[in-house]
């Protein structure tokens, strides 16, 4: 059974940081592209950024780039998304994907960015 369990979300003031984690079980994890995806209140899914599966290759969403770092560590079945001078429009539940549509994501985790 795929179980993808994510972390470390929280309440943050604009320009504040955050580091999320996401664990995987299930699947060959080194072997896939991960990805973050996130959902604003109200609003759909957004992909955010990619990694492939030896960390090589990343990519990012205008929205994020410059500001967001995505990492992992395959030895430890974790992904990583540093998030920096996060904006309020940064708000939202994030979470892992195995593809960048979300379809098969984990069960998120919340950022907040406020004053």
């Known amino acids: 059974e795929v179980q993808l369990v994510e972390s470390g979300g929280g309440l943050v003031q604009p320009g504040g940081s955050l580091r999320l984690s996401c664990v995987a079980s299930?699947?060959?994890?080194?072997?896939?592209?991960m990805n973050w995806v996130r959902q604003a209140p109200g609003k759909g899914l957004e992909w955010v950024s990619g990694?492939?599966?030896?960390?090589?290759?990343?990519n990012y969403a205008d929205s994020v780039k410059g500001r967001f770092t995505i990492s992992r560590d395959n030895p430890k079945n974790t992904l990583y998304l540093q998030l920096n001078s996060l904006k309020t429009e940064d708000t939202a539940m994030y979470y892992c994907?195995?593809?960048?549509?979300?379809?098969?994501r984990g069960q998120g985790t919340q950022v907040t960015v406020s004053s």
């Open positions: 994907a195995k593809d960048p549509l979300g379809v098969a």
């Open positions: 299930g699947f060959p994890f080194s072997s896939y592209t």
């Open positions: 990694i492939n599966s030896g960390g090589s290759r990343r």
